[in-house]
């Protein structure tokens, strides 16, 4: 990468010796809704569109940064209408054909994600992609297709409708894959199904993206993730290049019930995550009653770098959520780094016995 000095990025926009950063800001005014706090970050877009333009870089690059910034603003619209519904991402091999018992299987926990009002999100393609769909029916399906010369069309289900996005890019579709998925659930497949598997632990492992269950789903007798945990254990474990508590993250089951309950006990208490002020939020449904603090505190005080777990009430640093206030707010110094050891604290967490009164 070309070095570039340390004022790159707050350097003012000048073109033909005219300061443009004025009518940046007016431009910024007019197309904001007035008091919107996203202000400076559209603001800061524009700029960062100026500077492409004033270096005018290859015709590839700028094709390649119209077509990103237009395919997120399209997903992020699109979706903006499935936005208070949890929704869970399902990846399996294109190529499972109708007749094998892995299709049947994604085929129910489709019918199952649905009953439990959970949106089945997939690429939108053949074999486990059709299934799961086929399974939950359009209302409860979004697909995220890619845009191939070959082998990739959209399933029955989503084809012509509102509730399919096309990608050119894979990166972008592999993105709003984890960004709207409340869950994911991993059925047998190739090189791109052990690519998503690898990729989303990796992301959740390293804190890049939330805390989901993430559920490996095979046929009764199928040997499919038990050989890969058991290489992972052997040869990832046991190397050192993961921590033991990291195979926590993934959970193995054998039917789609087990997968529905699995996503079920994980937000049974357990509602969501952010960070705020250099602390980590965990948003309760129900608040812990003393003894589940006494052994949080206990148990799990090497997720702290100082203090101690404590639970607290909806404070003016989050505002930008005001539908979340009511809820309670266990809150610590987390480290970052232990993931695998904060799934097994919201396994605590998420047992009835350890609840107080509803927050």
Known sequence: MPYEPDDYLSRHVQINGVDLNNKVDELSTLATPPGSPNLQLYREMLDTVIRMAQADRNRWDAKIMMQTLRELEHAFSTL????????????GSA?????????HLARDLGKTLAKHNLMVITGAGGGIMAAAHEGAGLDNSLGFNITLPFEQGANDTVRGSNNLLSFHFFFL???FFVKEADGLVLCPGGFGTLDEALEVLTLIQTGKSPLVPVILLDQPGGTFWTSA??????????????????TRLVRLVLSPDEAAKEIAE??????????????????????LNEQAMQQLNNEFRDLCTQGDFQQQAYCESEQDEPELCNMTRLAFAFDGRNHGRLRELLDLVNQKHNWGKSA
Do not use: C, M
């Not at 190529?95 to 299709?103: E, G, L």
């Open 80 to 91: 903006e209408q499935f936005k208070r519904r949890r929704k869970v991402t399902v990846f």
């Open 95 to 103: 190529r499972t054909p109708v007749d094998h018992p892995i299709y």
């Open 173 to 175: 579709r592999k993105l």
């Open 229 to 246: 945990l058991t290489f992972i254990r052997d040869q990832l474990q046991d190397n050192g290049y993961i921590l033991p508590s990291d």
């Open 266 to 287: 994980f937000y049974s208490n357990f509602h969501s995550s952010r960070w705020l002020n250099e602390r980590f939020v965990i948003r309760l449904n129900y608040a």
